[in-house]
């Protein structure tokens, strides 16, 4: 009962916000924008954050691989979709990945199977504060500023890294900077948030207000880490949030930023529902 009541506290919490946004902007204009969308371009974004799942399966199998825990990427990407689904459907954004240890554990223990699932959403979030710089070395205004709000990301990059422990770094060391590791890991995590930010960008471009170059290097990976936040449901509503916030930053409207984020959101949606096949289909069971 207290897991219902509190899912039910976020699913309120996601339609609060995403109510409060649509006061704050003009919703009808948003929608327009949404109803206009390009289905090259949201076919587009489906295509990349279909390709970002498989990847990102394939960066957790190499993760555990380099832990002493190996299986085959077709169990890591079937596996991967049943836990994406799940962090869309539950609150939180973490209960399909614990849920993916559980189900990998044997072979190598709930230990190692944690430790794996942990440093692979670790490695996104790394990417994603890097994702940051170049953006904020380009953005037109922002320098001296812009220099050293750089530098905080690197160190607070930095600090993800290090922050463990002794034993939690030796852990880290092994699984990404092991010989014949980190260019793999560098690569896929590269590849998985190129995938996102081009699949955030296809959407503005469908909704007809595309962001510049530079703005989207910025404002998406910031849209993104907005989701991060542990009291919605898949960012619903905190991400539309920041869009109508960030938005103008680019001289953009906000009801642009809003329209893009939703059609990313429902894209994102779309993309997972390979997970939900697997699961009617019978063959992998609910996870613990």
């Known amino acids: ?26 919703a009808p204009a948003a929608l327009a924008l949404l109803g206009g969308a390009s ?6 974004a489906f295509g990349l954050l279909s390709a970002q799942i498989v990847l990102s399966a394939l960066r957790w199998r190499l993760t555990a691989d380099r832990l002493g825990h190996a299986f085959g990427a077709g169990q890591a ?4 979709y049943l836990g994406v689904l799940a962090n869309f459907a539950l609150p939180g954004g973490v209960l399909g990945d614990a849920a993916r240890a559980v ?3 044997h072979g190598a223990g709930l230990g190692v199977a944690v430790q794996a699932v942990v440093l692979e959403r670790m490695a996104g979030q790394v990417a994603l504060v890097l994702a940051l710089i170049p953006g904020l070395l380009l953005w037109p205004g922002l320098a001296p500023w812009g220099l050293a709000l750089a530098a905080a990301l690197l160190v607070a990059a930095g600090g993800l890294v ?16 092991s010989r014949g590791a980190w260019p793999a890991q560098a ?10 930010l081009g699949a955030f960008a296809a959407c503005a471009a469908a909704t007809g207000v595309p962001l510049p170059a530079t703005a989207a290097l910025v404002l998406i990976p910031l849209a993104l880490a907005a989701m991060l936040i542990p009291v919605s449901v898949a960012g619903w509503g905190l991400r539309e949030g920041a869009a109508a916030l960030l ?3 680019a001289g953009l409207s906000a009801e642009a930023g809003v329209a893009a984020s939703i059609a990313f959101g429902l894209v994102a949606l779309a993309a997972v529902l390979p997970g939900l096949a697997l699961m009617l289909s019978g063959r992998h069971a609910p996870a613990a």
């Not at 289905?39 to 587009?44: D, E, N, S």
Request: proline share 4%.
């Open 1 to 26: 009962m207290r897991r219902r009541l509190w899912w039910m506290a976020r699913l309120l919490v996601a339609a609060g916000l995403l109510a409060l946004v649509a006061r704050l902007v003009d």
């Open 39 to 44: 289905p090259q371009w949201l076919a587009l």
């Open 77 to 80: 990407i079937r596996e991967y």
């Open 103 to 105: 189900r990998a554990r």
């Open 162 to 177: 290090t922050g463990p422990g002794r034993r939690a770094g030796r852990i880290v060391a092994r699984a990404w900077l």
């Open 187 to 196: 690569g896929l995590s590269a590849a998985i948030l190129a995938a996102n």
């Open 247 to 249: 938005w103008p930053l």
